[in-house]
């Protein structure tokens, strides 16, 4: 354990929330920093912009960007703030984030508690010089009906995109109702084609669940192809249960652990239907370097990490990086690009 393990112990024995408040206010003050000694060979640079190692924070950790100049701190390569709506929203009641640590994971029913696109714009207008590349995650405000979904993420485009390396859009989470029927193909075309038009050369990503049928993919391609998509991000957190010996009863999106299975296999099948151009963010039960070594093997460019993160504790990210840079030096791999897409059947 890391020289920040007592703290971290401490940490997971206080309420999920509060615990997750304090280490975010710690992280912003600076308290909180590691030492990233080998990631030698892991940078990159993707749609024009240089990622020092290939490991970001997921989206959900910093919701209103208040720390966005902090996360190299930690020896994330790249951060995702959000998800932001056009509006400021409380999100669900408490209690709302549970932890099953014997399963290594999370349920979260947060629904999208944040400050609304304005404020965490005049946040990061501010925020200090960055070192790692920034996206912003958006999704749809609760009050807007989902026929208005695309004038919603519309606006906080319009507030937020100059500010962000990329634009991802969230049309996953299982904790606003109706959200996920956006990935249907004509309303994902909508919602895309919309922010296209409005800024033809940002970067742009949808972030899938991990529960969409094989049909269901298809259409999100479709659409990644026809809207000139970026990239793709998968997973977001699962509803499924079938994987957990026990059904704890909790309603929200399962992370961590148990969703590693269907994430990976989500990220292999867009890996193979979908351009090799396409940018892919694999993200979902990663915990340590070899988790990340198989998903960049699968197809992945990038990955994100949350609830590996949370349980491992602040040094966690320079030790998986220190693996995955150990490891392809044992293999002779020289970079990610010859590491990419090499576990994916041959076409
Ligand atoms: C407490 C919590 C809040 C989250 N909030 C968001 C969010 O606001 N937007 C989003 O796109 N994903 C959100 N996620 C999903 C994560 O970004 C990630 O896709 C998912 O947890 C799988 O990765 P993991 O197994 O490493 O946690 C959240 C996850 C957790 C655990």
């Given at each position: 354990m890391s020289s920040g393990g007592f703290l971290h112990r401490l940490l997971l024995k206080l309420p999920p929330e509060t615990a997750h408040n304090l280490a975010l206010a710690a992280i912003r003050r600076g308290l909180v920093r590691v030492d990233l000694r080998d990631s030698e060979g892991l940078g990159q640079t993707l749609f024009g912009v240089h990622f020092p190692n290939p490991v970001g924070l997921a989206a959900g950790f910093d919701k209103n960007g208040v720390a966005a100049g902090r996360?190299?701190?930690?020896?994330?390569?790249f951060a995702e703030i959000g998800t932001v709506t056009q509006n400021a929203q409380p999100g669900n009641?408490?209690?709302?984030l549970f932890r099953l640590p014997r399963e290594g994971a999370l349920i979260n029913?947060?629904?999208?508690?944040n400050d609304g696109a304005d404020r965490v714009a005049s946040r990061l207008k501010e925020?200090?010089?960055?070192?790692i590349p920034i996206g912003v995650n958006l999704g749809k405000s609760k009050t807007t009906p989902l026929e208005e979904a695309a004038s919603d993420y519309a606006y906080s485009f319009g507030r937020l995109s100059a500010l962000a390396d990329y634009v991802a859009i969230n049309v996953?989470?299982?904790?606003?109702?109706?959200?996920?029927?956006?990935?249907g193909r004509e309303a994902l075309f909508e919602i895309v084609a919309g922010l296209r038009a409005s800024d033809p050369d940002k970067p742009l990503f949808v972030k899938v669940a991990p529960d969409l049928t094989l049909g269901e993919l298809d259409d999100v391609v479709a659409v990644a192809h026809d809207a000139r998509l970026t990239g793709l991000i998968a997973t977001n957190t699962t509803v499924d249960r079938s994987m957990l010996n026990r059904d704890p009863a909790i309603e929200g999106g399962l992370s961590g652990r148990p969703v590693a299975e269907l994430a990976s296999l989500t990220l292999q099948y867009l890996a193979q239907s979908c351009e090799p151009e396409l940018v892919l963010i694999g993200v979902g039960g990663i915990f340590d370097g070899d988790d990340i070594h198989r998903r960049i093997a699968l197809g992945a460019h990038l990955c994100q990490i949350y609830t590996g993160w949370v349980y491992q504790g602040p040094g966690a990210i320079a030790r998986m990086i220190g693996e995955l840079a150990e490891r392809l030096r044992r293999e002779g791999i020289p970079s990610l690009d010859r590491l990419r897409r090499s576990s994916l059947p041959l076409p």
């Open positions: 996360w190299s701190d930690l020896g994330f390569g009641p408490k209690p709302r029913r947060m629904g999208f508690n925020s200090r010089e960055r070192r996953s989470s299982p904790n606003t109702p109706g959200l996920r029927s956006l990935q």
